[in-house]
């Protein structure tokens, strides 16, 4: 695609309103170029890389005294180390040390080379940052983004080379954590593949190395400054960062060194290199207004003098269209020939006026505006994916275009794009600006952006194939990230997970953890937005492994936990199993007690049984097992455990406060009647106490309370079946009746009577009872005529209410004392 056809298509939504330098208007003739030759597509045949083909990739690593198996398909496993297994490290020579650090650096693009810069006016600060690490002192370097930090870094590191023993040694800061840096600082000295020490061995190892380590863009500051510096005792470090870096503690012994911008002098010789020429009076008038705008920063400057170029290529282009009104030209484009030795030069650029204020404090749109197509599409994508520039090499498959890999290099040479670590990025504002006047953030926010969508779905078919190491996936990990979290952000969920599947493990095998876990994080959150149960479990297990060998016990555990949970819902029997036992060795290493979950408590039947029948045996011996180990007080617990704990609680106060009502209700209403107990009866009739021996009634009678109307029977008579003598009526308030003893059974009805219970009243005259009958009594001076065991039916009536039948139940074994008192009215 030309220019032209790039220009028309891209007319809304291009950079800006000015020609690509690769195009031109209709009726003008385009600057000639060189062709290239076609080349072949970059798709690469599946399985080309192993004999396997898609087979995944299962990768050992040792961390610590735990052996780690990175499987991609059912999650990552952990396992215990015999002490005889652990590597043991050797050290690497200095050519070696020197090809490992100059592979960590991100190589030349192709294209358009930028010009080389010396550097201005920073010999002081180079000759006192190498006094300084001399001396063994460590430095940081502190200045705004484009101040020239790493320009500096370069030289003090040349000038350093042989003051420590074991040399120079490079590391980025950017976007890593002490544990990143102390394991990168571990790996350029010492070669041991897929190891991983445990924290106190490298110590141990670190302890002895002593080198100086330059450490650009570092992202950290205060104790965790202190805790890198005290790793190394050995080492000096010279590190640079922004000002809104946190500084180092109060009591550290690290040196600070502010770095300002240049003087006028030294901006005004900087763009006349960034141009390639020297400067007319207008320019350099120019260049003053900038340098007064933009205190001083080179990266302005250099910018400014892509401009320059930019410029000096449009004026060269207008020349030629208006070559008949110049006459015939020199090859150097300034005088004609025919012209007078002392005439003026012809303005190649003053056509083309100079950039206004407003543009050269903000150059982005202005200088993206006059690159080419491939270019233009490159600066889309690092946008949409945050500031990160894909490495050269993927541009091809992204803008489409087969020269593609030289438009990075396009946008270097104009100062909009910068290295860092091992890829290059946007420089400090270029991102703001671009997505400004290209609109990108309105349309990441509605629909998402299409770049960051076709980025995530290269990244995860180049980083799953079989030939791409993790060395080069670890290079690539920022892109990688940043397209993972633009799809999520964009809404393409289904996308990022992908991306995040694939990505994970290969992150996890080239040692970068910190890039491993944001991997998981941002997936985590991906596969819980677009509804994918198993992702999201598998992702939580890969974060308890992560926690496990980080030393994270207590997080590794809530990670386990909910990540089997997931999986048992889904009957994902070979997931749960391999989540299990890494839980299970988590327990064994917190040294609490067995989850009250069960996974680690029941060791997990073969595959193929129910795990509910599980032997009884083994069951047996892992509870024996856990209650004789010592068990202690589990601080934190998961919010599962929490919640039924709380639940059950609650249940069990509610159940208490319905069975008190009902006792209450049942055992203390006054309104029933017959609400005598046996022994205040005995005490109130008082009759008992004057009865002689032979008038006590024997076991298994029942005595009545003589009340108004039947004062004329004596305690020792005998109602008669149907006589009335023996009848309470209930209009005289009748006796306190008693309840039945313990060798007394219930009363039975007549046939024909109802069951249904009597209603109790306070008073018997509103009463709905029927009319009660004296139970029959054995006369006092008698033996008893009923056998023992069997009931005597009395049949009563009461005027108005239904007969009924009381039942009084003889018992040998009950005490007379307890007999005199027992009694049953219905």
């Known amino acids: 695609m030309t220019g032209d056809e790039y220009g028309a298509q891209q007319d809304s939504s291009n950079f800006g309103d000015a020609t690509p330098s690769g195009g031109a208007e209709d009726g003008e003739t385009s600057s000639p170029r060189l062709p290239r030759p076609p080349r072949d597509p970059l798709a690469l045949e599946v399985g080309a890389g192993t004999a396997d083909g898609d087979a995944p990739r299962v990768v050992e690593l040792v961390v610590g005294d735990c052996k780690l198996t990175l499987n991609p398909v059912d999650g990552s496993e952990v396992s215990s180390l015999a002490p005889g297994d652990v590597p043991l490290p050797e050290r690497r020579g200095a050519e070696e040390r020197a090809a490992l650090t100059a592979a960590g650096r991100p190589s030349m693009p192709p294209g358009p080379r930028a010009p080389e810069f010396p550097l201005l006016e920073r010999a002081e600060e180079r000759e006192r940052l190498v006094r300084l690490l001399s001396r063994g002192r460590s430095v940081r370097v502190t200045g705004p983004s484009g101040a020239g930090r790493s320009v500096l870094l370069d030289a003090v590191a040349d000038a350093c080379a042989d003051l420590a023993p074991d040399g120079v040694i490079r590391l980025s800061g950017y976007r890593r954590t002490p544990s990143d840096l102390l394991q990168e600082l571990f790996g350029t000295v010492y070669a041991a593949e897929d190891y991983r020490p445990g924290r106190s061995r490298l110590l141990e190892l670190l302890r002895d190395v002593g080198a100086i380590v330059v450490l650009d863009d570092l992202d950290f500051g205060g104790a965790s400054l202190e805790e890198l510096l005290a790793a190394a005792p050995e080492c000096a470090f010279v590190m640079s960062a922004t000002p809104d870096v946190p500084a180092p503690a109060s009591d550290s012994l690290v040196e600070e060194v502010f770095l300002p911008g240049l003087t006028r002098v030294a901006c005004l010789e900087l763009l006349e290199l960034a141009a ?133 290099g396009e946008i270097v040479a104009v100062g909009l794009a910068v290295p860092v670590a091992a890829h290059h990025r946007l420089a400090a504002g270029v991102s703001r600006q671009l997505a400004v006047v290209e609109g990108l953030a309105a349309e990441a926010a509605s629909e998402g952006s299409p770049q960051a969508l076709a980025a995530a779905q290269h990244y995860a078919w180049w980083a799953g194939h079989p030939s791409v190491t993790p060395g080069r996936v670890a290079a690539e990990a920022e892109a990688i990230l940043a397209a993972l979290g633009a799809a999520r952000d964009g809404g393409h969920t289904s996308a990022a997970v992908l991306l995040a599947r694939t990505v994970a493990p290969v992150l996890a095998a080239a040692m970068h953890w910190s890039a491993w876990e944001r991997a998981l994080r941002v997936g985590q959150e991906a596969a819980r937005l677009s509804g994918e149960v198993a992702e999201e479990a598998y992702f939580l297990h890969e974060l308890g492994v992560l926690a496990l060998c980080l030393g994270n016990l207590d997080r590794a555990r809530s990670e386990l936990e909910a990540s089997i949970a997931l999986r048992g819902a889904l009957a994902d029997r070979q997931g749960t199993t391999v989540g299990r036992r890494t839980l299970a060795l988590v327990v064994d290493r917190a040294g609490g007690p067995v989850s009250d979950t069960g996974p680690a408590g029941v060791e997990t039947p073969a595959t193929g049984t129910d795990i509910s029948e599980a032997p009884t045996a083994i069951i047996s011996k892992r509870l024996a097992a856990a209650a004789a180990a010592p068990r202690r007080l589990a601080v934190t617990g998961s919010r599962r455990n929490l919640v039924a704990a709380g639940a059950g609680a609650l249940l069990a106060a509610v159940l208490g406060t319905i069975v008190t009502l009902g006792t209450t209700a049942s055992g203390g209403d006054q309104n029933t009647p017959m609400n005598v107990k046996p022994v205040e009866s005995a005490q109130e009739d008082g009759a008992d106490d004057g009865l002689p021996a032979e008038d006590i009634p024997s076991p298994g009678t029942t005595q009545r309370k003589p009340g108004p109307s039947s004062s004329g029977t004596t305690p020792g008579s005998t109602a008669s079946p149907g006589t009335t003598g023996g009848a309470v009526d209930p209009g005289t308030g009748g006796g306190e009746t008693e309840e039945p003893g313990d060798g007394e059974s219930s009363p039975t009805k007549k046939p024909g009577s109802t069951t249904k219970p009597p209603k109790p009243t306070k008073s018997p005259t509103h009463s709905t009872q029927p009319p009660v009958t004296e139970s029959p009594t054995t006369p006092t001076g008698e033996p008893s005529t009923t056998p023992p065991g069997t009931t005597e039916p009395s049949d009563t009536t009461s005027a108005g209410g239904p007969s009924e039948t009381a039942v009084t139940t003889t018992d040998p074994g009950t005490p007379a004392e307890a007999s005199s008192t027992a009694g049953t009215i219905v």
């Open 276 to 408: 390639g020429r020297p400067l007319v009076e207008e320019e350099t008038a120019w260049a003053a207004d900038l340098w007064f705008e933009s205190e001083g920063l080179p990266l302005r400057f250099v910018q400014a003098g892509a401009l320059l170029r930019q410029r000096d290529a449009l004026g060269a282009e207008i020349l030629a269209a208006d070559e008949s009104v110049w006459g015939d030209v020199d090859p150097a484009g300034e005088l004609p020939v025919d012209a007078p030795f002392d005439a003026e030069p012809a303005p190649s650029a003053s056509h083309v006026p100079l950039p206004s204020l407003a543009e050269s404090a903000a150059p982005a749109a202005l200088l993206a505006s006059r690159l080419g197509a491939s270019a233009q599409e490159a600066l889309r994508f690092a946008v949409a994916l945050g500031g990160e520039c894909p490495h050269q090499s993927h541009l091809p498959a992204l803008v489409g275009d087969t020269h593609g890999d030289a438009a990075l």
